[in-house]
Every structure is written in structure tokens, then in C-alpha cells.
């Protein structure tokens, strides 16, 4: 049994680098992805997804796949779309959620049109972000850091951060960290986007930092509980997706965000926070 | 604030007409191919006679093209329209439906012997078409055969023209068949074993003579599993394969990953669904061939 869960990190490097990748995604993207949630911003990792597609077609058109360069353009786009619909939304009637959907459709086709530009038409998704099973040392180098820097500036800003998903009212009178907090807080958002699409494809970037968050929500109350319950949950869905992608022949990132959609589907049902079943328990007690 | 509204409209309507006026070449058969390939072997046929537009331009990849409207419009003013059938362009029929194309239709493999494979896709098992049939040269004289026909079918007054360019055509093509037998058979039994990144290579390994290995099914749109990856490095491993190479078309670095696991050498960059640009190493389909040989026994004679 033990011998089956190592022997195809043992015989197989490429396997190494896909867990050691998917461990250090899984360190640094959870943490936002609860975040995210607290702050009701669930769906702008996938907006956000999006948006950083023409930067990282720039990138490809002027570096070819130059790891640095399509990853920079993508921060870049991907910041200057999250900031824009900051400004759209302090500055006119209309919220956030709303012009961030009008910047990240623009964005989108954008880069679609920048890559057909080129009349070359290589599959965008294949070519310009990467997969799970084709991890280099650069791009491990760059998920490393990625998560280095997104939980040092987390630890940073973590108590304005607290503050601002529970009760930003207060945090802005009393205080003039609640626009840089919420700046910062965006940059790590697109840093390890940027981070997972680079490396691992877009369906782990935003599965990896989303689906463990709310899972989490089962099984702990206070943010650091979540965090911690996140990251062991994206743990286990990386280890176990990699897993299951070897011995029954499934596309491995598909496998690993299924995986934590499981663990997401089994929270719901017995999390010790408000699992359904829990729930139904009690009142059967209270019957006998 | 109407009459702002007014002239933003007109504005609108000035620049979508404005770009959408062009020039277009009097009295030759208008012929749509489907992709690089087989544009130029119309073009080769049709010579003078016809104009030739390819959907699929060099270094793009047919498997997964998005059709713009360019493309429903020249499909409509077209006379003729040369696809590979097998299965190859899945999105040509929603295309020709739309662009209202009341032409004849060619399809270029009619009459290949297709190459089904068995594809494990988990437990189940599928039968795919291989659509790839160009690698093979002797399919590459019946797609000649049946462009000839089919420019004839709506030219009639080209007869004399189209069969003496195909008879030319066949002859190019039978000599290359020569060199690519000969260039082969030089190589050692052992290494006659390559791994490429997606399965496009399956007509040309089973006329020539070459073993084939690829972690993406026929299709670029599968992605691979760990396990195929696995499979892969454990054989590369086991029977000693010397080299894996590109495709002009597919992403290298899952490739790049197995070789430097494995330490098989890259071999260089091989051309399967496109070719290259005209100032690029395979810009028809000849040359296509003479590069993939010329790239082949470099790093398999080694």
C-alpha cells in the first residue's frame, strides 16, 4: 500500500516535480482563495483568469515562450484590469463586480485577438499556459517563489486584512491601511493566478486557490483555522489527483481539482461546521 | 444628446464598410483548402489557373481552429473547397453550412485505406480515425488524384492544364517516396523508434517502416495523463529510443520534461499538420517531407 502511494515518486522525476509544484501551489493560492471568499469575491479568480490572457500573449508574441516574459505581461495585465475596475468603481456608479466583468471580457478578447493576430492559431490554452506533468526548474523556481512572497505579504497585512473582510467600515475610519490592504490584496490575487497558469494550466490556478477555501469553511470558524484546513485540504487533492492520474490514466489537473471537488462535496455533507448531516443528527436524537 | 448618437452610429458604420471593401482576381477557378498542406498541393495541381485560399495558414493547428468571418466569405465566393475528411477539420461543417457554400466539395483523402487506432481513455476503450493520412506519400498521390478530378469537375476547360501539372505532381512525388525508402533504410533496425508529442506520425511509420510513440492522442485537444507520461519514460527506458522530437504545432515542454528524464536526445522540430512559412524550412509539402527525413536520420543515425 505504501509502497504503491511512493513507488511512482520514486521511479519518476517528472512525478516529483508535479507534486513538489502542486505542494507549493498549494501553500501559496488556498490562503487568497479564503480571502477571496470572506470578502464575497469568490468568482473574480476566474474573471481574473481571464484578464491576464492578453499580457501573456504580448509576452508570447515578443519573447516566445519565455517563462518570464509571458508570466510578467500576465501580472501586468492581470493588475492593471484588477486596478481599473478599482478606479471605474470609486470613481462612477457603477460597483466593482460590474466593471471588473466590462474590463476582463475586454482583456479576454484582447488577447485572443493579439495571438490570432499572428495568424498562427496554436491552441492558446496548450500553448500559453502550461500543464501539471511539464514542470521546468524555471517554472518551479517561479510557483516557489510565488508562495514565499504571497505568505510573507500576507503575514504583513494579515490584520488590516482580518479586519476588512469583517468589518471595513471600521477598518476605514480607523485607520488609512484600508486602500493599500485592499491593493495589496489584489496583487497576491493575480501574482498566484499568474503563478498557477504558468505552471500548471488555468484550471489549477484558480481550482487549487478556490475549491479548498470553501471547503474549508466546514471545518474551522476563525480565518486562521480556514487557512490551515485549506492548505492540508489542497494538500491532499494534489497528492491524491497525482495519484489517480497515474494508476487510472486521467489528465492529471482535471484529476486534482475533481479530487478537491470531492472534498468540497463530502464537507458539505459531514464538516463539523455546518455539514448537512450534522445538522440532521441532533433532531433525530431529540426523536428517540 | 440624439443627434451625439446619430453621428456615433454613423461613425460605426463608416469604419465596419470602410475596411470591408477589397480587390479580387478576375476570372481564375476560386478554390478554399482547408490547411497548409493541402493548399499547396491545390496549388500545385492548379498552377496559373486557380486561386487558392488556405483556412488553416502555415504552423497553425486544424485540429482546434476557430473559423473568423473572412473565412465564411471566401468559402462562400469560392467555387470548390478541398478538405482531408477523416475526421481532421471537425469544425468545417458548422463553416460550410454557414457561409451559405454552394460549391463542390472535395474530399482529398476519398479513397485512403484509414488508420484506426485504439485509444485507452481510462478504462474504457476508443476506436479513433486516424485523419493524418499526408504523412504518407503514397495517400499523398491519391489526394493529388482527387484534387486533379475535382478541378476538372469545375473546370472543365483546364483538363489538358490540371493533368499535365498533377502528372508532374505524381512524378515529384513517386521520386520523393524513392529518397524517403532509401534515406530510411540506411537507418539501424534498433533505432528505428521515435517519440513525437501528439499522434500525427501513424500513416508515415506504417509506409516507412518506423516505430512511433506520442503522450497525446491523434487529436491535439486530449491532454495527457500521468500515466501515459509514465508509460512513455518507462519504454523510452526499456527499448533505448534515441530521440523524441517536435511539432511545429504542439507544446514542447511535456516533451522536453521526458527527455530530460529519460536522457533521450531532442531531435529537432518535425513538420505533421502545417507547414511552415514561406521563408521557413518545410514550406510545401515536398519540402515538408525532405526536412522531416533530413531531421529524422540526423538524430536517429547519430
Known amino acids: 500500500m505504501i509502497d504503491a502511494l511512493t513507488q511512482p515518486f520514486i521511479e519518476f522525476s517528472f512525478m516529483r516535480r508535479a507534486l513538489v509544484g502542486c505542494l507549493a501551489l498549494s501553500l501559496g493560492a488556498p490562503p487568497i482563495g479564503v480571502f477571496l471568499m470572506l470578502r464575497r469575491m469568490s468568482l473574480m479568480g476566474d474573471a481574473m483568469s481571464h484578464a491576464i490572457l492578453p499580457g501573456v500573449a504580448i509576452g508570447y508574441l515578443l519573447a516566445g515562450l519565455s517563462l518570464f516574459a509571458m508570466s510578467f505581461g500576465g501580472f501586468a495585465a492581470g493588475l492593471a484590469v484588477a486596478l481599473a475596475a478599482g478606479l471605474v468603481a470609486r470613481s462612477t456608479v457603477l460597483r466593482e463586480d460590474a466593471s471588473l466583468a466590462a474590463f476582463y471580457l475586454v482583456s479576454l478578447a484582447l488577447g485572443v485577438l493579439i495571438v490570432s493576430a499572428r495568424g498562427s492559431n496554436i491552441d492558446l490554452l496548450h500553448v500559453l499556459f502550461g500543464t501539471v506533468l511539464a514542470l521546468d526548474d524555471a517554472a518551479l523556481i517561479l510557483v516557489a517563489s510565488i508562495a514565499t512572497i504571497s505568505l510573507a505579504v500576507l503575514a504583513v497585512i494579515y490584520r488590516p486584512l482580518v479586519l476588512e473582510c469583517f468589518d471595513p467600515q471600521f477598518l476605514r475610519s480607523a485607520s488609512a491601511l484600508s486602500s493599500p490592504t485592499h491593493f495589496t490584496f489584489l496583487v497576491l490575487v493575480v501574482l498566484n493566478l499568474v503563478s498557477g497558469f504558468q505552471a500548471l494550466g488555468t484550471l ?79 433532531r433525530r436524537h431529540l426523536e428517540a | ?74 468559402l462562400a465566393a469560392s467555387a470548390i473547397l478541398f478538405t482531408n475528411g477523416l475526421g481532421f477539420e471537425g469544425w468545417m461543417d458548422r463553416l460550410e453550412k454557414s457561409s451559405g457554400f454552394t460549391g463542390k466539395v472535395v474530399v482529398a483523402s476519398t479513397g485512403v485505406k484509414p488508420r484506426t487506432m485504439v485509444e485507452e481513455e481510462g478504462a474504457k476503450e476508443e476506436t479513433i480515425t486516424d485523419p493524418h493520412a499526408w504523412q504518407s506519400l503514397a495517400n499523398g498521390k491519391l489526394y493529388v488524384a482527387n484534387i486533379r478530378d475535382g478541378l476538372i469537375a469545375v473546370d ?16 515529384e512525388i513517386a521520386k520523393e517516396e524513392e529518397a524517403v525508402k532509401a534515406a530510411l533504410a540506411k537507418l539501424p533496425e534498433a533505432r528505428k523508434k521515435i517519440i513525437t508529442s501528439h499522434d500525427a506520425f501513424g500513416y508515415f511509420g506504417a509506409a516507412y ?21 509514465a508509460k512513455i519514460i ?58 522531416n527525413i533530413e531531421t529524422l536520420t540526423a538524430a536517429l543515425s547519430a
Open chain 1, 204 to 282: 489549477m490556478a484558480v481550482g487549487i486557490m478556490l475549491l479548498p477555501a470553501v471547503a474549508a469553511r466546514f471545518w474551522a470558524e476563525d480565518v486562521s483555522g480556514l487557512i490551515v484546513s485549506a492548505v492540508g485540504c489542497a494538500f491532499a487533492a494534489s497528492l491524491t489527483g497525482l495519484l489517480v492520474s497515474y494508476y487510472w490514466s486521467v489528465p492529471t489537473g482535471p484529476a486534482i481539482i475533481l479530487i478537491a471537488g470531492i472534498f468540497y462535496l463530502v464537507s458539505i455533507l459531514v464538516g463539523v461546521k455546518g455539514g448537512l448531516l450534522w445538522g440532521l443528527l441532533p
Open chain 2, 1 to 74: 444628446m440624439k443627434s451625439r448618437l446619430v453621428a456615433s452610429l454613423g461613425l460605426a458604420l463608416v469604419l465596419l464598410f470602410g475596411i470591408s471593401a477589397h480587390a479580387q482576381a478576375a476570372d481564375k477557378v476560386k478554390a478554399v483548402a482547408s490547411f497548409s498542406i493541402l493548399g499547396d498541393m491545390v496549388r500545385q495541381v492548379g498552377g496559373d489557373r486557380v486561386d487558392v485560399t488556405t483556412l488553416v495558414g502555415p504552423d497553425g493547428d486544424a485540429h482546434v481552429y476557430e473559423p473568423t468571418p473572412a473565412d465564411a466569405k471566401n
Open chain 2, 156 to 171: 472543365p476547360a483546364g483538363k489538358a492544364v490540371y493533368e499535365a501539372n498533377a502528372a508532374k505532381y505524381l512524378d
Open chain 2, 209 to 229: 517502416e518506423l516505430e512511433i510513440i506520442a503522450p497525446e492522442g491523434v487529436s491535439t485537444e486530449s491532454e495527457a495523463s500521468a500515466q501515459d507520461v
Open chain 2, 234 to 291: 518507462r519504454q523510452i527506458k526499456a527499448e533505448n529510443i534515441p530521440a523524441v522530437f517536435m511539432e511545429n504545432i504542439t507544446d514542447y515542454r511535456l516533451l522536453d520534461q521526458i527527455a530530460s528524464e529519460t536522457g533521450a536526445k531532442i531531435g529537432g522540430e518535425l513538420y505533421t499538420d502545417a507547414l511552415s512559412p514561406a521563408d521557413g524550412p518545410a514550406p510545401t509539402y515536398l519540402d515538408m517531407f525532405r526536412h
